[in-house]
């Protein structure tokens, strides 16, 4: 194919598919549909930011947010529950950029087993949850998995990780090397019984596809690669989206609304510019990927007369059942550097406690990883063992620990609560004078223990490494995430569900959402390979309809 | 982010709650504070955007208890973390929409009143280390100390490039290079395996 220019569209011209977001599912969408012959648009709210534009200025990307979204100009409000008043702060984070999430994601990139998706059936109903089978399979989804393994560029070892379900292809590179995380994580398996395994990352250990290996520069979390060796969307799906012609990615396009005409059927959307002017763009379908968070926001801003409890809304469904996932981690301290600051941030993985023996008393499951992922600033500000000094000439000296230090961060299950939702801030306003985002979370106790249980491994592995001095924070409340999952969740009843399985809303005939909020159960918090799959997969059904015209 | 945000912000709770973990602060004589800090104002490479320069004297003074300076290894005062203090507040003084200059000035206005109590000529930094430390001892647990204690890791440990952190020595002090690319093996047990050692102990 000869790379064309990218395509630009007028405003009244009624493309064949307007796309919100161009993140993990956004930007395959844009790439597959514009491939198979279909006139998109994409309106990403972030800037168009090119590879060659990334550094490593950690103040930037991380205390100044400029990847991802700034809550001083998108406040998010939390209340535990409804009857609560929500106060404003920090809880969802996301990429808010050309590319989304995997601009900055540190790469894990982890298939969902297949107990995932029929997990409510094997280990039968849990009280007051809204646990439920997927409409989905593992097996109808593993081809997709594997295209995605392969269109993208993901680094792995088939067949090393014992508990891994049934796969029809390798990864298509080689696992990154093994760094002292990695052999600490053997180490310590190896005396406990347990399997470690190459990280399978979305990051090329080889060159690959025009785009070359990774360098090992150590900036993948909160960092753009600059390289492109990172597989993001911004590297392996847009270039591509914009070579067939008929891609417009559009930057600084913030929805407002979706329209909806007399007949029920959507036209396009409203959104801001980058000079905060409302803009129209007419289309024939709209696809909503704008993340777990954004996408029920959007549904639930484009409320009217015909759908006055918001968009694809029948179910009443749209921003509930929203799964975090605890958070919890142990540190170790060891006798030689480790020197961590240098590559991939993970190499090894165990999924020995991917299913939690019942006999413990609670459902949950989940994975351990070894990692490092403090930048300098980052790790004097909180990475240190929190009994240490924190500041003073005793503070300076533990500073000194920057290469000895490691981390174990466990990954779990969240179940989907229908009172965990995401709504409108009927006060609290954005920088556009849209309703802010308001988070209602309080977790399942099995999601605490699971944690707990997870943070008790976590901490076994280290002392089995041999680790000098080890820490875990407590297990807390969750409060906020950057998996922001189950919130327009995919089934075939259109009273339990949001959309059907091709991604299409119950209640609006061209109107898909495709993104984390699909997905059913959370898997074990490791959710953008599989957001991805969903999303090649979208793109196929789509396809199909749109050629019947059924859309 | 995290990933993550979602770590990065659990981990800012921990500490944020962990007020009671602050350890107490050294009190190992260190070079005279005062001397430094008119030495520093003098030499100013530019004028202070946001401090006065009593100001900013009595906040380097701040800045060098939380990072100290000893022999042979660099601390806030020689990576300017002053100057990267006043840089953010000067040009980007806001956090969730709350900006810092208020708390900041309020602050260090409490630390001159707090020095008077002890010599009515004296400010913040003309008192000796030890009443320094014994002071902040005392605010440890207030938004101003953990503000300022920010500003200072960042000034010391922050890309150069915001005017601390001068000629690295953060990085240095740590073991950090910020090389850009690097090859295996990266550490001691990576390497320690390539080279056929290390099996089980």
């Known amino acids: 194919m ?33 491939s198979n012959g279909f006139r998109v648009v994409v309106l990403e709210q972030g800037p168009y930011i090119r590879p060659n534009q990334f550094d490593h200025d950690e103040y930037a990307a991380v205390h100044r947010a400029a990847l991802t979204n700034n809550y001083s100009r998108q406040p998010n409000t939390f209340r535990k529950t409804s009857s609560d008043t929500a106060k404003i702060q920090p809880l969802v984070g996301y990429g808010r950029l050309v590319g989304g999430g995997p601009v900055h994601f540190t790469g894990n990139f982890w298939r969902f087993h297949e107990i995932d998706f029929i997990e409510r059936s094997r280990k039968g109903p849990i009280a007051g949850t809204g646990f439920a089978d997927w409409p989905l399979t593992y097996a109808d989804l593993e081809p997709y998995y594997t295209k995605a393994e392969w269109e993208l560029g993901v680094s792995g070892l088939a067949g090393a990780n014992p508990f891994d379900p049934p796969r029809s292809k390798p990864y298509p590179l080689p696992p990154l090397p093994i760094k002292s995380s990695g052999v600490l994580v053997e180490r310590g398996a190896t005396k406990l019984g347990w399997h470690a395994f190459p990280a399978p990352l979305a990051i090329l250990s080889k060159d690959y596809r025009g785009r070359s290996a990774c360098m090992h520069c150590g ?46 059927r959507v036209t396009g959307v409203i959104y801001f510019d980058r000079e905060k002017r409302e803009q129209r763009q007419r289309a024939k379908a709209v696809v909503v990927s704008a993340n777990g968070a954004e996408t029920p926001r959007l549904l639930l801003m484009s409320a009217s007369k015909r759908f006055p409890n918001g968009l694809a809304n029948g179910s009443g469904l749209v921003g ?63 990475g240190l063992d929190p009994a240490r000094p924190q500041w003073g000439g005793e503070f300076k000296r533990a500073l000194k620990d920057f ?42 106790p099995d999601d605490l223990k699971t944690a ?21 924070y407590p297990v807390a409340e969750t409060e906020s995430s950057v998996h922001l999952l189950g919130t327009c969740r995919m089934g075939k009843d259109a009273a339990t569900s949001v959309v059907n399985t ?50 | 982010m995290h990933d993550e945000v979602t770590r990065r912000a659990f981990m800012s709770r921990a500490m944020i709650g962990a007020g ?57 005062r020689e990576a ?44 913040f930094a003309d008192l000796t280390a030890d009443q320094q430390v014994t002071i902040l001892k005392g605010i440890e647990a207030t938004d101003f100390f953990r503000r300022v204690r920010e500003l200072t890791i960042w000034g010391y440990l922050g890309d150069p490039t915001h005017g601390g952190n001068r000629g690295q020595v953060g990085w240095q002090h740590i073991g950090f290079d910020n090389a850009g690319a690097y090859e295996p093996p990266f550490g001691y047990y990576d390497a320690e395996r390539a080279a056929g050692r290390g099996g089980e102990r």
Request: hydrophobic share 40%; with cysteine; charged share 20%.
């Open chain 1, 2 to 34: 000869t790379p064309q220019s990218p395509a630009r569209y007028k405003a009244a011209d009624p493309v064949d598919f307007l796309i919100v977001g161009s993140g993990a599912a956004g930007a395959v969408l844009a790439k597959e549909l514009s």
């Open chain 1, 219 to 264: 900036f993948c979390e909160a960092f753009g690669c600059e390289f492109g060796a990172k597989s993001s969307t911004l590297a392996a799906m847009i270039p591509l989206a914009e070579a067939t012609g008929r891609c417009e990615i559009r930057p600084d396009s913030y929805v407002r609304e979706i329209e909806v005409g007399d007949d029920g």
């Open chain 1, 320 to 382: 509930k059942y929203l799964m975090f996932g605890p958070g919890s981690i142990a540190g170790g301290l060891f006798e030689h550097p480790l020197n961590e600051f240098k590559g991939v941030h993970v190499s090894r993985v165990i999924h020995d406690f991917y299913e939690i023996d019942p006999k413990h008393g609670f459902f949950g499951g989940g994975g351990l990883d070894g990692r490092f992922d403090w930048y300098p600033a980052g790790f004097a500000l909180g």
């Open chain 1, 403 to 444: 290469p000895k230090t490691m981390y174990v961060l466990p990954h779990q299950t969240a179940l989907a609560l229908e009172g965990n939702a995401i709504s409108l801030d009927p006060a609290v306003k954005d920088a556009w004078g849209l309703p802010a985002l308001r988070v209602t979370y309080k977790d399942h």
């Open chain 1, 452 to 472: 707990q249980f997870l943070l008790d491994r976590a901490m076994e592995l280290l002392d089995a490494a041999g680790a000098t001095r080890r820490w875990a």
């Open chain 1, 502 to 551: 091709d991604h299409r809303a119950h209640d609006v005939p061209n109107l898909f959402v495709c993104d984390g909020s699909s997905l059913v159960t959370s898997g074990r918090n490791q959710p953008t390979e599989t957001i991805q799959a969903l999303a090649f997969r979208a793109a196929d059904r789509l396809t199909a309809l749109a050629k019947r015209h059924e859309i």
């Open chain 2, 20 to 76: 009671a973990l602050f350890a107490l602060g050294t009190t190992e004589q260190l070079a005279d504070a005062r001397a430094y800090a008119a030495r520093q104002v003098s030499n100013a490479t530019g004028a202070f955007g946001f401090f006065t320069q009593a100001e900013a004297a009595d906040m380097a003074a701040v800045c060098e208890q939380i990072i100290p300076s000893e022999p042979g290894s660099p601390g806030a």
């Open chain 2, 80 to 123: 300017g973390a002053v100057y990267f203090a006043d840089y953010a507040l000067d040009k980007l003084p806001t956090v969730l929409q709350s900006d810092l200059r208020p708390m900041v000035r309020q602050g260090l206005a409490d630390l001159t009143t707090k020095a008077r109590a002890i010599d009515a000529t004296k400010r």
